[in-house]
């Protein structure tokens, strides 16, 4: 029952664009196409990004996409933006539970 | 727009009962799951239960042995028990609505709880 896992830290120059990865496994992102994303800047609540693998919920710039294959699900940030600078979590059904990714710094160069 | 807003302690005694309330607002509380999901200082988060409206809950196992969450529509409140606390359950404590799936929608700010005598 471990967390997912991503890589602790990413970063880009401004314009450019990032990919953070989610690796679970059979258990829980290759065996849902429930994967969502969220975004945490420092002393603030998590912010929907992305739901169910690849949605965009609305007043989230399309900038921000999702796709999944096999057991990793990917968050692709384009057009990288200072703003865009925080933590970054999946999260993944996993069978009447639900568990989180370790988390991403992203860094704006 | 739901609104949700965490209450409680922010100080807890080890080995004693952790209790927190979540209020919503601007929503009825007989939509969606209603969550509780914490975080540890300078960590990652961690879902601990939700619940829905009816009464029915479903509990994290790794924590399901410690772990009340309950619900009062009268007061569109919904509420955590953790008990026999130690230092590792210090976090941020969050309330969230999981509207479908994995969707968190809506969160509260956050309410931080130390576990220390």
């Known amino acids: 029952q471990s967390a997912l896992t991503q890589p602790a830290s990413v970063s880009g120059s401004p314009g450019q664009s990032i990919t953070i990865s989610c690796t679970g496994t059979?258990?829980?992102?290759?065996?849902?196409?429930?994967v969502s994303w969220y975004q945490q800047h420092p002393g603030k609540a998590p912010k929907l990004m992305i739901y169910e693998v690849n949605k965009r919920p609305s007043g989230v710039s399309n900038r921000f996409s999702g796709s999944e294959s096999g057991n990793t699900a990917s968050l692709t940030i384009s057009g990288l933006q200072a703003e865009d600078e925080a933590d970054y979590y999946c999260c993944s059904y996993a069978g009447s539970r639900y568990v989180f990714g370790t988390g991403t710094k992203v860094t704006v160069l | 727009q739901v609104q949700l807003q965490e209450s409680g302690p922010g100080l807890v005694k080890p080995s004693e009962t952790l209790s927190l309330t979540c209020t919503v607002s601007?929503?009825?509380?007989?939509?969606?799951?209603w969550s509780w999901i914490r975080q540890p200082p300078g960590k990652g988060l961690e879902w601990i239960g939700h619940?829905?409206?009816?009464?029915?809950?479903n509990y994290n196992p790794s924590l399901k042995s410690r772990v009340t969450i309950s619900v009062d529509t009268s007061k569109n409140q919904f509420s955590l028990r953790l008990s026999s606390v130690t230092a590792a359950d210090t976090a941020v404590y969050y309330c969230a609505a999981r509207i479908t799936g994995t969707t968190f929608g809506y969160w509260g700010q956050g309410t931080l709880v130390t576990v220390s005598s």
């Open positions: 059979s258990s829980d992102v290759g065996n849902y196409n429930l």
């Open positions: 601007s929503g009825s509380i007989s939509s969606y799951y």
């Open positions: 619940i829905f409206y009816s009464g029915s809950t």
